[in-house]
C-alpha cells in the first residue's frame, strides 16, 4: 500500500512538472520597451496589422494624447500605469450551455457583464489615483445583460467583415472583449490607463478589456482558448504549440491563423483568432458571420440584446451611440 502511495505522488509530482514546463518554457518574440504603435492603422478592407472598422468617424476624448509610456511609434509596457485598486464581484455571473433546435446545435453565453472571480480597479478615477493625470474615466462599472448565441461550427464568410465600436467578443471570465480602438480611432492598450486586469468601463458601465489581460486564465499558455468573438470563432491565447509567441507576421488580415486546437471538446485543425501583445491585439476584421446586434442604450442594463444572425441587405451594426461621457464609445 505504502509502495502505491508513493507511486501515485511520483505521478502526480510529474504532471505537475510537465504542467509548469508547459506553462513556463515560453518564447517571447516582441520587445516589451517597444512595441508598435497601432496609431492610425485603420482600414476599410481586411488588411494584416490593421482594423477593419465598421466605425470611419471618431468623435475623440479619453485620455491624453501625451503619455510619458510612448515614444514615437512604439510604446514602453514596463512604464505604463495602472488604476489603483482591487476590488472583487461576487455578484458576477457567466455561463456557457449548449441548445439545440431542430438539428441546429448553438452556443448559448450568458452573463451579467460583470468579471468572474477577476478583480478590476476603482472606476471612476479618483483625483488622488496617479492615472488621473492622464486618463479620467469618470464611468463607474455596471452590471449588463448580456445574451449570445453563438454557432457551435461556425463558417468562414466568403469575405471578411468590418468590426464595430463595442462588443466584438466575450472573455471566458465573462468579460467583454473590445476592438483595438479608443473614442479616438488610437490604440487604445497603448494610450489608455487601465487597471491592472487592463480593463476599463466605458460611459454605460460597461467593463471589457481591448487586449491582454493578465488576469485572463491561460493567456499565455499554448493554443488554450481564452474567449469567443461574435462570430462564434474562437479567440486563442498567444503561444503556438511550441510556447513561441505569435505575432502580426504568423496571422492573417483578420488576426487569426488554421492550426490544431482543442475546440468543442476535441482536437481539431479550426481557423481561429489569437491573442497577441501587438496591435491589433485580438481581431483585425470578422472571418466568420457576425451577430446582427441591437443594443438598447439605455442604462442600466446594457448588452448584447435581440441577436440574430446576419441577414442578407441589412446593415451588421446599428449606427453608433449618441456622442457623450468620456471612454470608448
Same mark, same amino acid.
Request: proline fraction near 9%.
Given at each position: 500500500?505504502?509502495?502505491?502511495?508513493?507511486?501515485?505522488? $511520483?505521478?502526480?509530482? %510529474?504532471?505537475?512538472?510537465?504542467? $509548469?514546463?508547459?506553462?513556463?518554457?515560453?518564447t517571447?518574440?516582441?520587445?516589451?520597451? /517597444?512595441?508598435?504603435? !497601432?496609431d492610425?492603422?485603420i482600414?476599410?478592407?481586411?488588411?494584416?496589422?490593421? #482594423?477593419?472598422?465598421?466605425?470611419?468617424?471618431?468623435?475623440?476624448?479619453?485620455? *491624453?494624447?501625451?503619455?510619458?509610456?510612448?515614444?514615437?511609434?512604439?510604446w514602453?509596457?514596463? =512604464?505604463k500605469? %495602472?488604476v489603483?485598486?482591487?476590488?472583487?464581484?461576487?455578484?458576477?455571473?457567466?455561463?456557457?450551455?449548449v441548445? %439545440?433546435?431542430?438539428?441546429?446545435?448553438?452556443?448559448?453565453?450568458? +452573463?451579467?457583464?460583470?468579471?468572474?472571480?477577476?478583480?478590476?480597479?476603482?472606476?471612476? &478615477?479618483?483625483?488622488?489615483? &496617479?492615472?488621473? =493625470?492622464?486618463? *479620467?474615466?469618470?464611468?463607474?462599472?455596471?452590471?449588463? /445583460? #448580456?445574451?449570445?448565441?453563438?454557432?457551435?461550427?461556425?463558417?468562414?464568410?466568403?469575405s471578411?467583415?468590418?468590426?464595430?465600436?463595442g462588443? &466584438?467578443?466575450?472573455a471566458?471570465n465573462?468579460?467583454?472583449?473590445?476592438?483595438?480602438?479608443?473614442?479616438?480611432?488610437?490604440? $487604445?492598450?497603448?494610450?489608455?490607463?487601465?487597471d491592472?486586469?487592463n480593463?476599463?468601463? /466605458?460611459?454605460?458601465?460597461?467593463?471589457?478589456?481591448?487586449?491582454?489581460?493578465?488576469?485572463?486564465?491561460?493567456?499565455?499558455?499554448?493554443? /488554450?482558448?481564452?474567449?469567443?468573438?461574435?462570430?462564434?470563432? !474562437?479567440?486563442?491565447s498567444?503561444?503556438?504549440?511550441q510556447?513561441?509567441?505569435?505575432?502580426?507576421?504568423?496571422?492573417?488580415?483578420?488576426? !487569426?491563423?488554421?492550426?490544431?486546437v482543442?475546440?468543442? +471538446?476535441? *482536437? =481539431?485543425?479550426?481557423?481561429?483568432?489569437?491573442?497577441t501583445?501587438?496591435?491589433?491585439?485580438?481581431?483585425?476584421c470578422?472571418r466568420?458571420?457576425?451577430?446582427?446586434?441591437?443594443?438598447?442604450?439605455g442604462?442600466?442594463p446594457?448588452?448584447?440584446?435581440?441577436? *440574430?444572425?446576419?441577414?442578407?441587405?441589412?446593415?451588421?451594426?446599428?449606427?453608433?451611440?449618441?456622442?457623450?461621457?468620456?471612454?470608448d464609445?
Amino acid at each position: 500500500m505504502r509502495l502505491l502511495a508513493l507511486v501515485f505522488v $511520483a505521478a502526480l509530482l %510529474s504532471v505537475a512538472v510537465v504542467h $509548469a514546463q508547459e506553462t513556463s518554457e515560453r518564447t517571447d518574440v516582441l520587445n516589451v520597451h /517597444q512595441l508598435p504603435l !497601432g496609431d492610425g492603422r485603420i482600414s476599410a478592407e481586411p488588411r494584416a496589422g490593421y #482594423v477593419m472598422s465598421c466605425t470611419t468617424s471618431f468623435r475623440g476624448g479619453g485620455a *491624453r494624447a501625451d503619455v510619458p509610456w510612448i515614444h514615437g511609434d512604439v510604446w514602453d509596457l514596463t =512604464q505604463k500605469i %495602472s488604476v489603483a485598486g482591487r476590488v472583487m464581484w461576487p455578484q458576477a455571473q457567466f455561463k456557457i450551455t449548449v441548445e %439545440s433546435i431542430d438539428r441546429v446545435v448553438s452556443r448559448i453565453i450568458e +452573463g451579467n457583464g460583470l468579471p468572474v472571480n477577476t478583480p478590476t480597479g476603482n472606476f471612476p &478615477i479618483s483625483p488622488a489615483d &496617479i492615472a488621473f =493625470q492622464f486618463d *479620467r474615466n469618470p464611468n463607474s462599472i455596471e452590471p449588463q /445583460q #448580456v445574451f449570445l448565441r453563438l454557432p457551435m461550427n461556425p463558417r468562414i464568410a466568403v469575405s471578411p467583415s468590418c468590426v464595430p465600436m463595442g462588443m &466584438i467578443g466575450v472573455a471566458l471570465n465573462g468579460v467583454a472583449i473590445y476592438n483595438a480602438l479608443d473614442a479616438d480611432g488610437r490604440d $487604445a492598450v497603448a494610450h489608455e490607463v487601465q487597471d491592472r486586469c487592463n480593463g476599463h468601463p /466605458q460611459m454605460r458601465g460597461q467593463y471589457h478589456y481591448h487586449g491582454p489581460s493578465p488576469c485572463l486564465p491561460q493567456e499565455t499558455a499554448r493554443e /488554450q482558448l481564452i474567449g469567443y468573438a461574435l462570430d462564434g470563432l !474562437g479567440i486563442y491565447s498567444m503561444s503556438d504549440a511550441q510556447g513561441r509567441e505569435l505575432t502580426d507576421a504568423d496571422l492573417d488580415e483578420c488576426h !487569426g491563423r488554421n492550426s490544431v486546437v482543442e475546440w468543442n +471538446g476535441r *482536437r =481539431q485543425n479550426v481557423y481561429h483568432y489569437v491573442l497577441t501583445r501587438e496591435y491589433p491585439y485580438t481581431i483585425g476584421c470578422f472571418r466568420g458571420m457576425p451577430l446582427l446586434t441591437r443594443p438598447n442604450f439605455g442604462r442600466p442594463p446594457f448588452g448584447m440584446r435581440g441577436l *440574430r444572425p446576419e441577414m442578407p441587405g441589412m446593415p451588421l451594426f446599428p449606427p453608433s451611440p449618441p456622442s457623450g461621457g468620456s471612454s470608448d464609445f
